[in-house]
């Protein structure tokens, strides 16, 4: 009953607000579809919390003084929804597969979103520098998923040089984010489960580093916090007699060393 409540919630709040922003977009200027998104996610948050799950934001006083990167772990479709409501006019990285939807262009374009291939490639890492160019003069804070992929709990992917090139260009400091909303809701999974969903800031990481260092030191800090999360989301769940459908969380990791640029 938990998880068609939310499903059924979930798509009368989405529709509303793509109509919304979608009429919004043809407004001069962005601040009514930046208003509609942000409201947008504020209302995905509170759903979530109706269903049982309980979103704690830890890590706050690490956050250095804007411009910066996140670069989050990525196990939940609602993982976006928890970090843009922390940040005013948040900027982020989104594949092209968005575009192919009416109207979501023109949606994507107000917001300043930073579209790319989702091949990769040459082709992939100029558009992403292009469009990192235009955010940093707004001095926008930007999220980037790393790993590019969305995961299942306790599965690590390789993680992307496409972060380390945008502090190259910027010179901003980056912030690895740790999450344990997966165990809440993984990936897009139709099962959704109560408890503490936890997002963690950490130490910043400074500009100047090779690409292979910063590499391992990204993805050390993302996955050996997000799975100290985990494994207290697991305790939490045991001492609170949460059942799990038969298929668990996996713990697959690939190479963290990316030999990949985007």
């Not at 309980?54 to 706050?60: C, I, L, S």
């Amino acid at each position: 009953m938990r998880a068609f409540l939310f499903s059924v919630g979930f798509w009368v709040i989405s529709i509303l607000y793509v109509l919304m922003a979608a009429v919004l977009a043809l407004v001069p200027g962005r601040g009514g579809v930046r208003w509609a998104v942000k409201r947008y996610a504020t209302r995905m948050v509170q759903l979530m919390k109706l269903i049982g799950i309980k979103p704690e934001v830890r890590g706050r006083e690490r956050l250095p003084p804007p411009p910066f990167i996140l670069a989050p772990k990525h196990s939940s479709y609602g993982d976006g929804f928890l970090m843009y409501v922390q940040f005013d006019a948040l900027a982020f990285v989104t594949g092209d597969h968005l575009e192919r939807f009416p109207l979501v262009p023109k949606v994507l374009e107000k917001l300043g979103a930073i579209v790319i291939d989702n091949c990769g490639g040459p082709e992939a890492r100029k558009d992403l520098a292009a469009s990192f160019a235009r955010a940093a003069e707004d001095k926008r804070i930007v999220l980037i998923y790393p790993e590019g992929h969305l995961t299942k709990v306790g599965e690590h992917k390789r993680f992307r040089a496409g972060v380390w090139h945008m502090q190259e260009a910027s010179q901003w400091p980056v912030v690895p984010v740790a999450t344990s909303l997966g165990l809440r809701w993984q990936k897009q999974d139709y099962a959704k489960y109560p408890g503490p969903a936890v997002i963690e800031f950490l130490d910043p990481i400074p500009p100047g580093l090779g690409k292979d260092e910063f590499l391992e030191r990204l993805g050390g800090a993302i996955v050996s916090h997000t799975d100290r999360l985990i494994e207290e989301g697991f305790a939490w769940d045991k001492a609170n007699g949460i059942v799990r459908a038969p298929e668990e969380p996996t713990s697959e990791t690939e190479p963290e060393k990316a030999s990949r640029d985007t």
